[in-house]
């Protein structure tokens, strides 16, 4: 274990070569573990800025309009509330955008922490009436409205666009141009052109995706013309944050001999499928971006099917199933560090069962890399990391440490139970804490007895998951690896243990689902088999039909006929296996029904207090016990705690504000933790904290903190070199004004064509309900007026002789489905004299007609209606695209 202080500008990446190995002998963790949740009443949280890159920040966003993209993780939300507090009077009137439930919640929090009086935030949502929208509007003060109702009561003037003091946009990343937002910016521009608007984003890496120029198109959507780079290597940041750095111990965990044996694997997985694409797809992709390491993000997977979506109908069925198997190979790196060997197995062989071939799953519709040397080594290194298969039934020796009884297992398979590697790590980062905390204890007594005050000291632990399974994963094995110590076994030989009994029983119950499917399958395959062989006769010896393979010619398989046909018989056997194992595990523990019972929790409490009363047992007293509830119930002391937390984004800034913790384990790197735990120690300089961070040594998870920082390095250099050279014109109109109706109404007989008719703007009524689609928004900006109402019939009025009804392809089909495209197009005929059927199509995703008899009924019912209709009305159907 080595310790050094890491520079702030590295953003805790690794600095050198890591330490050869962690190994120390530890004999016992802390021995009193207490897991409490926090609730967000329990946590404050400063709404000052006592940075100064912060006061910077909001000096300027104040000073001029313009969107501010910052870093992830350098407290952002903190800057918008310093906003909001401003404008929290009620003689103005500011409108929050973008903003998501659970951001309400803190910002309402926060606001309230920062002394804003009541009402402070106010939420405007569809439980909100028209009544009450305006009387909201009229009072002013800070409102968070969803982007639908916002624009409908704004093109119904039930909110006066001149009461709006401004409008903040988060989430900027995610305006685009038929997004409702920018169409509310537009209208609000327009109108008001004295208020402002301050946009939002910590996410620079969406503003260079795709187009000329990103970061110039996103700030005319906007409606800006500044926009504020804030990166990590800022110099205001980088000093910042050097004046008081982290006591950080990096710790680099090898990966055990079979972990990194099937990360290999699945990364020669992965270079298969992306080689397979490449060949047949190379047209139509950016070859640049199909390499491994892109492959680890689940930006990728979108990624690849954005560029195959266009042409989505022309690309192979095995070029669809290599695309989605990058998501499962994604998905194993992942949990091959994260899960334990017992789920990872099980997953494994999930993933076999569902791939196994039968009659509703052809050959052709399998996965290609389980056929590969490399995903049989993923399966077979994986079920050795849980058990193995012994020749003989003959009982091994127990005596070991890591042995576990196989007396209670099915015959000849010997438990091996595999720990991830971080487990011991982190058993270990405790016992130096807690040695630490008892070196400190006689010097804190002795301060103390002098009659100084220690109450805010604590010796809080904070430990930092990457999601609440791994949470749950740790809280159990720190829960029992002390019984385990005291047993002779490993530390996680219970957990395991626990988890091996369950799958057992899972693969018991797997085996009677799959016989009961094959069976039926066999039914169904055999008696295809028997009506056509009763149907055709078998050719007679010698002779053979045209097109077919003579009787006495052999076959030439390119590579050689044993490599040819190792393919399928390799995934038939593995899954043959498999069915064999479930089925002798199902047999042993239906023989012995009393030696797996089915085990809930890790740790089994002693049944001689339970078996005493079970009389009074059996019962509950609805009373209320105050002496045992003060027995086993009370406040938590925070100077003797272990919190164990997944990260929350913006609300591990509250955590570390409340807990204040003494020592922070990073167990799963993140690049926003990091920096708020910089942003934190730069807070409270006095306080001691020491970051313990874990990473697993040339293994995918180091690979994707260290992308995630170049990719946000790289990001922010393309951000600034294009700020540099944009040009956003003066004046330039936010909408084209069509002229083209002045000149079709010029009149040559009134003074010679000089003097031209007076024509009132184009208006066109839509559906309250149709701004979810982006067609009033491009309606709007070719210079149309629109009045949105609630129609009953159709959900455009151009005249009063046209109606159209808008369809996009999944509603037309949904209408076929129904038959509700007869009674719509039946109301418009009735009403209006020419009915209009719009058919909306994505121009990002593909269309074509397929030969299949449901749909060519479809399309006959469609003309036939259509003909019907024409009897006694005239009926158009328009197809567009967005």
Excluded at 271 to 294: F, M, P, R, T, Y
Excluded at 763 to 790: A, M, N, W, Y
Excluded at 819 to 834: P, V
């Amino acid at each position: 274990m080595s310790s050094q202080i890491l520079p702030a500008e590295t953003d805790f990446s690794p600095v050198g070569s890591p330490p050869e190995s962690h190994s120390s002998s530890r004999s016992q963790v802390c021995s009193h573990i207490t897991l409490p949740s926090l609730s967000s009443t329990q946590l404050s949280y400063p709404c000052t800025l006592p940075l100064e890159f912060h006061r910077h920040i909001f000096e300027e966003l104040l000073s001029e309009d313009g969107l501010l993209i910052l870093s992830r993780g350098l407290g952002l939300r903190r800057i918008i509330c310093a906003l909001l507090k401003i404008y929290s009077d009620k003689e103005s009137l500011v409108i929050l955008l973008n903003a998501n439930g659970h951001e309400l919640n803190f910002i309402k929090e926060e606001l309230a922490e920062c002394g804003v009086k009541k009402p402070g935030l106010r939420v405007v949502n569809n439980e909100t009436n028209s009544k009450e929208r305006s009387e909201l509007y009229v009072s002013g003060g800070i409102l968070s409205i969803t982007s639908r109702i916002l624009i409908i009561d704004l093109l119904q003037k039930r909110i006066p666009t001149y009461l709006i003091t401004g409008i903040l946009v988060m989430h900027a990343e995610r305006v685009n141009e038929t997004s409702t937002e920018a169409f509310i910016l537009r209208i609000f521009k327009e109108e008001n052109k004295e208020g402002f608007i301050k946009a939002f984003s910590d996410s620079p890496e969406s503003f260079i995706s795709s187009g000329l120029s990103p970061l110039q198109t996103a700030l005319q959507l906007l409606q800006l013309r500044k926009v504020f780079l804030y990166p990590r290597f800022h110099v205001m940041i980088r000093d910042c944050l050097e004046q008081r750095k982290a006591d950080v111990t990096e710790l680099y965990q090898p990966l055990s001999p079979s972990m990194d044996e099937i990360q290999q694997a699945i990364t020669e997985c992965i270079e298969a499928c992306l080689s397979e694409i490449k060949k047949g797809n190379g047209n139509w992709l950016n070859v640049d971006d199909l390499s491994v390491e892109n492959s680890f993000f689940r930006s990728f997977d979108v990624l690849i099917k954005q560029q195959l979506e266009p042409v989505w109908h022309r690309v192979s069925s095995k070029t669809k199933l290599i695309v989605n198997d990058l998501t499962t190979l994604r998905k194993l790196l992942e949990y091959l560090v994260s899960y334990d060997c017992v789920s990872f197995n099980s997953f494994l062989e999930t993933i076999i069962t569902s791939q196994t071939p039968t009659s509703a799953l052809s050959q052709q519709q399998q996965s290609p890399w389980l056929s590969l040397d490399a995903g049989n080594t993923i399966f077979s290194v994986a079920k050795r990391r849980v058990f193995v298969r012994t020749s003989t039934t003959i009982p091994t020796d127990n005596t070991q440490k890591n042995s576990y009884p196989t007396s209670k297992l099915p015959p000849g398979i010997q438990p091996v139970l595999e720990e991830l590697p971080k487990w011991n790590l982190l058993a270990e980062i405790l016992q130096e804490i807690e040695s630490d905390i008892t070196s400190h204890a006689t010097e804190t007594s002795r301060t103390s007895s002098e009659g100084e005050d220690l109450s805010h000291l604590n010796n809080t632990i904070l430990i930092m998951m990457e999601n609440e399974r791994e949470c749950s994963q740790l809280r159990e094995y720190l829960s029992t690896m002390h019984i385990a110590e005291r047993q002779g076994l490993d530390k996680g030989s219970i957990m395991l243990g626990r988890l091996l009994k369950n799958y057992f029983k899972w693969k018991s119950g797997m085996s009677k689902v799959s016989k009961n499917l094959f069976n039926e399958n066999g039914k169904e395959r055999s008696k295809e088999v028997n009506s056509n062989s009763e149907r055709d006769e078998p050719p007679k010896r010698g002779t053979f039909q045209r097109g077919q393979q003579p009787p006495n010619k052999r076959r030439r398989i390119r590579g050689g006929s044993n490599t040819a046909a190792s393919v399928v018989p390799t995934r038939k056997s593995k899954a043959k296996l498999l069915e064999e194992e479930a089925q002798e595990i199902a047999n042993f523990i239906n023989s012995n029904q009393t030696i797996l019972p089915e085990v809930s929790t890790a740790v089994t409490f002693s049944t001689n207090t339970s078996l005493n009363n079970s009389s009074s047992t059996s019962c509950y007293d609805d009373e209320f016990d105050v002496e045992a509830f003060s027995t086993y119930f009370g406040l938590l002391d925070l100077r003797d705690l272990i919190i164990i937390r997944p990260i929350s984004g913006e609300e591990d800034d509250r955590v570390l504000q409340s807990i204040k913790p003494k020592y922070i384990i990073i167990y799963h790197p993140d690049q926003a933790f990091v920096r708020r735990v910089e942003v934190y120690r730069t807070f409270y300089p006095d306080l001691p904290c020491k970051v313990f961070f874990m990473m697993y040594e040339n293994s995918i998870e180091e690979q994707k903190y260290l992308s995630v920082i170049r990719k946000e390095k790289d990001a922010f250099e393309k951000l600034i070199r294009e700020k540099s050279i944009m040009a956003i014109p003066l004046g330039r109109p936010l909408r084209v004004i069509n002229n083209q109706y002045e000149s079709l109404n010029i009149n040559t007989r009134i003074a010679g064509g000089r003097i031209t008719q007076q024509i009132k703007e184009p208006k066109i009524i839509i559906d309250v309900r149709e701004f979810r689609s982006s067609l009033p928004s491009l309606l709007h900006q070719s210079g149309i007026e629109i009045l949105p109402c609630t129609l009953t019939i159709g959900d455009y009025i151009l005249s009063p002789n046209l109606c159209v009804e808008r369809k996009s392809i999944s509603d037309l089909i949904g209408s076929f489905n129904s038959g509700r495209l007869y009674t719509q197009c039946e109301a418009m005929s009735i009403h209006y004299k020419q009915p209009i059927l719009l058919i909306e199509f994505d121009r990002n995703q593909s269309f074509t007609l397929q030969v299949i008899e449901s749909f060519l009924i479809s399309v006959i019912r469609l003309f036939l209606f259509f003909y019907c209709l024409s009897s006694y009305c005239v009926v158009h159907a328009c197809i567009v695209y967005k």
